[in-house]
């Protein structure tokens, strides 16, 4: 059996991702999107880069 997709089912995500985008372009916000599965060290990834910047800066 052929299934022809007519929308993507993501449109609704795309669209929210576009206006995501734009707001913090305009805000001039930097932003990581950190994905990976449980356990995975996400957390202490960021926590050592919190300290590094707190090392080299002095502050956050």
Same mark, same amino acid.
């Given at each position: 059996? #052929? &299934? $022809?997709?007519? !929308? %993507? &089912?993501?449109? /609704? %995500?795309? *669209? =929210? /991702?576009?206006?995501? *985008? /734009?707001?913090?372009? !305009? %805000? @001039?916000v930097?932003? =990581? %999107?950190?994905?990976?599965?449980? @356990? /995975?060290? !996400? *957390?202490? +990834? +960021?926590k #050592?880069q919190?300290? *590094?910047? #707190? $090392?080299? $800066? @002095?502050?956050?």
């Amino acid at each position: 059996m #052929k &299934v $022809t997709v007519v !929308k %993507n &089912v993501l449109d /609704a %995500n795309d *669209r =929210i /991702a576009a206006e995501n *985008r /734009a707001l913090f372009d !305009k %805000n @001039g916000v930097y932003v =990581i %999107n950190l994905m990976s599965s449980p @356990g /995975a060290g !996400k *957390r202490r +990834w +960021w926590k #050592k880069q919190l300290w *590094r910047c #707190k $090392t080299d $800066t @002095g502050s956050l």
